[in-house]
């Protein structure tokens, strides 16, 4: 994630996620039950135009690869060969023989630490930063030139540190995701509207109740689209820290399929990442959606 | 009647970059408990910041306000104000909002059914109990600034402090607003400060007329009191020779004494 792609986001705020096509029900009746039809319609506009692509895809893939010199597996052989793990995701043979799922939910076991370190850590700064005018004078250079560094840049200090492979993991995943939840919380606090402000002071809301009843909720919009870029980032850098520090995460999986030469097996485990980053994203725009509805309405 | 609020000799001024601007020069106002005072005067003469002043939102360069002989400099509920463009809080209803103040104010003293039918008394003392659920994006300008009220009261202040609450709304909604403002006024005996640019406003609901002079560094320039007894209705009103010698005062006072600078050019 560049730079860019941060402020872009920021100055958007909480761009509305994209709501499925609303049926609107012409009456009352037609509203409470569920029409079969209009459901099924629903779905198949949802679901057709994804699936034709993806056809045409593996069919491209499968002709491209299909003469013995090409140096990657074509679908039909990732199939063949890889069947075990698309078709059983939970089988468990052993420490270092599990499923893919298995090791997909041990690298979100290691995302969900870093990452709600993050988000709490990474509030928190991003009020202080955006309520105090020092503050941000003192740490705002600070965290810019310190969100430009690569997460892996961070693996080998934070295995000095730790001197063990999984507390560094979820340090890199830590420190890859408050970047960005830091810098939106203290834009979005930053905007909250003078007014909102003179009620907590003639209320004499404390610095608590100030936090927790209007800067929270005035921010919100702005601490999701951070939280949001967050997750994405910490997915991303999960899987690298895991091709280095080893164990039993979805990302040392692909670094040992490389290492024996299981091409189809590194296939299907970014199939496996790929669909797992999209579900965190959608998880936390859902969540986002629930906690500021009616907020941004002026 | 005995002095309650005293703005005694308040001078404010703004520091910007080196450069000092005088806004107001000694201020000097006692209001009595239960009084109804507007403020008027043309735009820029610092008539919102004097109400700051009033509320502790800012802070006075010179002087002091003092509110039964004590000096307050910082905000608190015993000065409620009601902000021009209503102020409530969009995430939260109408009954949340009012229950934000109510729950801060008297968090301690009233138990929570005591808290409940207290909000809604001040819902209903402005007629929005119907619409407690909604969010301030779902009801009209009008009855926003009617629930901005009923926070305010809901916080049993002794001074409530109006920011030109009505500038915002249609001449009909804001009609309805001042009957409603003077109705609770009658009832409650609140003393009141409001903010206005509307003649007609200020000789209808005001005990007495605060008209300042232009800035830079504005002050009082003379208090009209408006003897017309209570209850008023407007209509009865804009034939009443009493009403019409004010409304003149003040319009003379305005556009002839101490005319809009820039409206002159």
């Known amino acids: ?298 | 009647m005995t002095t309650y609020l005293k703005l005694d000799h308040i001078d404010k001024s703004f520091t910007r970059g080196g450069q000092v601007s005088e806004v107001l020069r000694d201020i000097r106002l006692t209001i009595d408990k239960g009084e109804f005072v507007s403020i008027i005067g043309h735009s820029g003469c610092g008539k919102s910041t004097l109400l700051n002043l009033i509320a502790g939102l800012t802070k006075v360069s010179a002087g002091a306000v003092l509110l039964e002989d004590k000096e307050v400099d910082s905000p608190g509920p015993e000065r409620a104000v009601v902000f021009q463009n209503h102020s409530l809080l969009p995430w939260l209803t109408v009954y949340e909002n009012i229950n934000l103040a109510v729950s801060k104010v008297f968090g301690r003293t009233k138990s929570r059914t005591e808290r409940h039918d207290w909000i809604m008394r001040n819902l209903d003392l402005v007629q929005m109990a119907h619409a407690r659920d909604k969010r301030p994006a779902e009801i009209s300008g009008g009855m926003k600034q009617r629930v901005g009220i009923a926070r305010a009261l809901a916080m049993e202040p002794k001074i409530l402090l109006l920011d030109e609450p009505f500038g915002a709304l249609d001449a009909l909604t804001r009609a309805h607003l001042q009957d409603a403002v003077m109705d609770i006024h009658s009832r409650l005996g609140s003393t009141t400060i409001m903010i206005t640019h509307d003649v007609d406003e200020a000789v209808l609901l005001s005990d007495r007329i605060v008209m300042m002079t232009n800035g830079p560094a504005a002050t009082i320039g003379e208090v009209l009191a408006v003897p017309l007894a209570r209850p008023r209705r407007r209509v009865e009103l804009s034939s009443d020779r009493t009403f019409l010698r004010c409304r003149e005062a003040v319009l003379k006072f305005l556009y002839e004494r101490h005319r809009f600078v820039e409206a002159a050019e």
């Open chain 1, 1 to 298: 994630m560049s730079i860019q792609a941060i402020e872009d986001t920021t100055v958007k705020a909480f761009p509305a996620p994209a709501k499925p096509a609303e049926v609107i029900a012409f009456t009352a009746k037609a509203r409470r039950r569920f029409d079969p039809i209009v459901i099924a319609g629903k779905l198949a506009s949802a679901l057709v135009p994804p699936v034709i692509v993806i056809a045409l895809m593996l069919v491209v893939w499968q002709i491209a690869c299909s003469s013995p010199t090409a140096s990657l597996p074509p679908p039909t052989q990732v199939w063949n060969e890889a069947y075990d793990l698309i078709a059983h995701p939970f089988f468990d043979n052993g420490p270092q023989d599990i499923g893919l799922a298995w090791r997909v939910l041990i690298s979100l076991q290691r995302v969900a630490i870093g990452f709600g370190l993050a988000a709490v850590v990474g509030v928190a700064l991003g009020a202080l930063v955006g309520q105090s005018i020092w503050a941000m004078r003192g740490l705002d250079p600070v965290f810019q030139i310190l969100r430009t560094v690569p997460p892996l840049a961070w693996l080998p200090l934070s295995l000095a540190a730790f001197r063990d492979s999984s507390p560094s993991a979820i340090f890199v995943i830590f420190i890859t995701s408050i970047w960005p939840v830091i810098i939106n919380t203290a834009v979005g606090v930053r905007n909250i509207p003078e007014d909102y402000r003179n009620v907590s002071r003639i209320l004499r809301l404390n610095q608590f109740e100030f936090f927790m009843k209007i800067m929270v909720p005035a921010a919100a919009p702005y601490i999701f689209t951070g939280l949001r870029i967050g997750i994405g980032l910490s997915w991303l850098a999960i899987v690298a820290a895991e091709m280095l520090t080893g164990g039993v995460g979805i990302g040392f999986f692909i670094w040992d399929a490389w290492n024996s030469s299981r091409l189809p097996d590194i296939i299907v485990a970014l199939a496996y990442i790929g669909v797992t980053g999209f579900c965190l994203d959608r998880l936390v725009a859902a969540a986002g959606a629930f906690v500021t509805r009616g907020t941004t309405a002026k």
